[in-house]
């Protein structure tokens, strides 16, 4: 037994080889699809290589790999599987799905060429085949250089445990793969009440990854919960995103979606007809009857939607049920996996942050003030707060709130920091719901006009409580989806210099929570950070300058897609303000709230076109040269370990960093920037003063397991630990009965044991030092970006991300 924690995540067996058959491409649609792939532009999105590749990994679990057609420049092989396939199903699979695309494509000359493409491929009747035997890992049990176990492995781990059910007492549960990991039988678990039964599904999910010093792959299980809807699906909802309709069909589950699209509904088209050629006999309901009523189809489950509201289930699983279930996957893949030779090792945390001091800081207003007038640089804060309607018990609270955080609700307040003057005003036509007869773009900037022709420019640092409705008096959502103005609202108010931030009315759920955490995040966006206490160690303190690196990824506009750009953004030290560089929108620094306003005006025809970015890989080695310059006091450079990130700046990979040079164990000699380009880096000295830290937050890092206690019960942990030269940083649970519930043995969703109950875990995130100077102290400074996490005062718990990297992250979620 262990007494630490133990990362729910194995390592692979060496020498594992598969016996399979590999289906080719025919070379004719190879060849002829490089003239038509140049011509497609942005059209490919279209393609419909990815929904075929879902369709067979559910229609066939034999299937280990499944090639995109797109990538067979590289490789002709399309299909590798334990056992032969139907080859027709498959080429008329194929072909159905490139005739429904032709129809998506909107250049009529690309339309022609694609059209022509698909009437002229080859006629074939079956596939090239090739019997062959495949590694997968080496003799040392890391991956084989083919890198084909990324995906193979998983799948054929899929195969295997579909044979191997799980018992449990005198109950035994089957698990199916489906496109996506593999779903236990949907009509097997459920919760009981006295008049009726709710339904739902553990859906495991194995994935391959590294860690960052040795390489090491690793493979994880994750686990969740399904829930099967039991009542009339609300697709009111403003959101249009999918929802997904399993059938269970000859111990298989075939996903469909039902799509929302102007308020139509429909299946999707591609997997709709791939459905009916493969499933004849077997027809899916009516759209509508489904809708209506989702648990009277006999073999058919939709699958619940948080936007739908409550039910019955609770979400997540508990820790008794990753105990049984890596249990089980223990003892059934043992051929496969081994767990690893090691738990994590425990850490202090060295100067650990206290969440009730930033607590007590939030609540002293005259330290409040003090901190606003030094993060924003200004000596007044206007506070507008707007609505629609008759709002009087929510402005009452807005009132009450912003006196406890700010001295005053109302009016005027006069510190030795700050002024600040509060107002309220009713604009039942500038929130009202947008014109949705428009175009998106236009309905958008009719908004926006009618804000700018309203709202005078503000004459300092304003920001505003926007008040909106959420429910009307049927209890559905206010605005419809294209009539919601809140995007709009947000880029009007940007061009008239004022910041916004929204609360709900109308909503039942903990009205003073919504309105508390509405200003508490309203004092992020100003850019406020607790003041922290100074902590010294031998090499780093709290006073030593922070900063975080985070690219933002494309970002969709009524005028057009962003492009990727780097965002920078660094606290001073001794208490200093947050400042923002972004090289695509402005020269320099900003203040927080100026980079907040900033990227808030994206989403405008001006602001739009201010967007200019730059080569994000030269935007990222321009500042760490910058930074290496400086040598006079120490520098912590975070970066989050993303797709995004990785694939700007592929030397932080896994792969790169375990391979490098090293004078030490976390000492480089040279980082580079480019790949190719490997001799033009960066060189340290022995002078440099930059530290680098990489953060894993995504699901790349493994979940976890605590230790039992003497009664049974699982303990809760929290702090640094380390693995393989690898730190893991674990924050506090919450004070939220859902992280409690969790450590109990008798709350189980495979148990059906109080499977009504919420269930959540505290993060776990992945901490590297990619560069140390040879004399730091590796623990200290982990211990301040562990520490990082703690220092939101807007939350009750944990940050995922160190506080900056979130701070970096929140600001492109202003754009649209």
Same mark, same amino acid.
């Not at 002024?419 to 719901?433: G, P, T, V």
């Not at 005028?559 to 400042?579: C, E």
């Given at each position: ?14 020498? +594992? *080889? %598969? ?6 491409? @025919?070379?004719?649609?190879? &060849?002829?699809?490089?003239?038509? =792939?140049? /011509? ?84 074939? +009747? *079956? %596939? ?6 495949? @590694?997968?890992?080496?003799? &040392?049990?890391?991956?084989?250089? =083919?890198? /084909? ?668």
């Amino acid at each position: 037994m262990f007494d630490t924690l133990k990362l729910q995540a194995y390592t692979l067996q060496p020498n +594992i *080889e %598969l016996e399979v058959y590999c289906y080719q491409y @025919p070379q004719q649609w190879i &060849e002829s699809f490089q003239t038509v =792939n140049l /011509l497609l532009g942005k059209d490919k999105r279209h393609l419909p290589f990815k929904k075929i590749k879902e369709f067979l990994y559910s229609w066939d679990p034999n299937i280990l790999f499944v090639n995109d057609f797109t990538n067979t420049y590289r490789q002709n092989t399309w299909i590798l599987s334990r056992k032969p396939i139907d080859e027709s199903t498959v080429i008329a699979i194929f072909k159905m799905c490139l005739q429904i695309t032709i129809d998506l494509i909107k250049n009529p000359y690309t339309k022609e060429a694609f059209e022509n493409w698909i009437n002229n491929l080859d006629e074939i +009747i *079956e %596939l090239k085949l090739i019997m062959k035997r495949i @590694p997968l890992t080496t003799n &040392e049990g890391t991956i084989h250089e =083919n890198n /084909l176990a990324f995906e193979v492995l998983p799948r054929f781990i899929y195969q295997q445990l579909e044979s191997k059910p799980l018992v449990l007492g005198d109950q035994t549960l089957s698990f199916i793969p489906t496109h996506n990991g593999m779903l236990s039988e949907p009509n097997l678990l459920c919760y009981s009440t006295k008049n009726s039964k709710y339904y739902y599904s553990i859906r495991l999910i194995a994935n391959i990854q590294t860690t960052p010093h040795q390489c090491t792959p690793m493979i994880q299980f994750k686990f969740s919960i399904t829930r099967w809807m039991n009542y009339k699906l609300p697709l009111y909802s403003r959101n249009e995103s999918n929802t997904s309709v399993y059938a269970h069909l000859d111990n298989r589950l075939v996903k469909i979606e039902i799509v929302k699209k102007n308020n139509q509904l429909f299946w999707e088209p591609s997997e709709h007809e791939m459905y009916n050629a493969v499933y004849i006999g077997q027809p899916l309901p009516a759209i509508n009857e489904l809708v209506n009523r989702p648990n009277s189809f006999n073999n058919f489950y939709v699958s619940h939607r948080l936007e739908f509201g409550n039910i019955a289930v609770g979400a997540g699983e508990s820790m008794h049920d990753r105990y049984i279930l890596n249990d089980w996957i223990t003892s059934e893949l043992d051929e496969l996996i081994k767990p690893f030779a090691s738990v994590l090792k425990s850490k202090s945390v060295i100067g650990q942050n206290s969440k009730k001091r930033i607590k007590d800081n939030l609540e002293n207003i005259e330290k409040v003030h003090e901190v606003l007038a030094k993060v924003t640089g200004q000596k007044q804060l206007f506070i507008e707060v707007l609505y629609i309607g008759e709002q009087e018990e929510l402005i009452n609270l807005v009132k009450q709130n912003l006196e406890m955080v700010l001295g005053v609700g109302e009016g005027e307040f006069t510190s030795e920091h700050i002024k600040i003057s509060i107002s309220y005003s009713r604009q039942n036509e500038l929130l009202s719901s947008l014109d949705e007869t428009k175009k998106e773009k236009d309905r958008h900037e009719e908004r926006i006009q009618q804000i700018q022709q309203t709202i005078h420019k503000s004459t300092g640092l304003t920001a505003c409580l926007v008040l909106l409705p959420f429910i009307n008096e049927e209890g559905h959502s206010y605005y419809k989806e294209k009539e919601d103005p809140k995007k709009a609202i947000r880029a009007g108010l940007a061009t008239t210099g004022r910041l916004s931030q929204f609360i709900d009315s109308m909503n039942p759920k903990s009205p003073e929570y919504r309105v508390k955490v509405a200003i508490h995040d309203l004092l992020r966006q100003l850019g406020y950070i607790d003041p922290f206490e100074t902590n010294k160690f031998e090499t780093v303190n709290y006073d030593t300058t922070i900063s975080a690196l985070h690219i933002v990824n494309f970002k969709r506009t009524p005028y057009g897609n962003t492009k990727r750009a780097v965002v920078y953004i660094v606290r001073k030290a001794n208490q200093g303000p947050v400042l923002v560089e972004c090289p695509a929108l402005w020269n320099g620094q900003k203040y927080y709230w100026e980079a907040s306003l900033a990227f808030q005006e994206i989403a405008t025809v001006e602001g739009f076109k201010k967007f200019n970015p730059e080569r994000v890989i030269g935007d990222i080695k321009n500042k760490i040269y910058e930074l290496s310059y400086k040598k006079d006091q120490p520098h912590l450079l975070l970066l989050f370990s993303d797709g995004v990130t990785r694939k700007e700046w592929p030397f932080i990979t896994d792969k790169n960093l375990s391979s490098i040079n090293k004078e030490e164990l976390y000492t480089l000699k040279s980082i580079w920037f480019e790949k190719g380009k490997e001799n033009e880096g960066l060189t340290f000295t022995d002078e440099n003063q930059l530290r680098l830290v990489r953060v894993r937050v995504n699901d790349e890092v493994p979940d976890y397991l605590t230790p039992k206690k003497e009664n049974g019960e699982y303990q809760s942990k929290k702090g640094l630990f380390s693995l393989n030269e690898v730190f893991y940083s674990l924050g506090e649970k919450p004070l939220d009965a859902h992280y409690a519930n969790t450590l109990y043995s008798n709350n189980s969703k495979l148990l059906m044991q109080n499977a009504n109950k919420p269930l959540k875990f505290s993060n776990i995130v992945e901490l590297y030092p990619i560069h140390l100077n040879k004399e730091d102290n590796p623990e200290e400074w982990i211990s301040l970006t562990h520490n990082y996490r703690v220092f939101a005062h807007q939350y009750k718990g944990t940050l995922k991300a160190p506080l900056l990297l979130h701070m970096a992250k929140q600001l492109e979620e202003y754009i649209y």
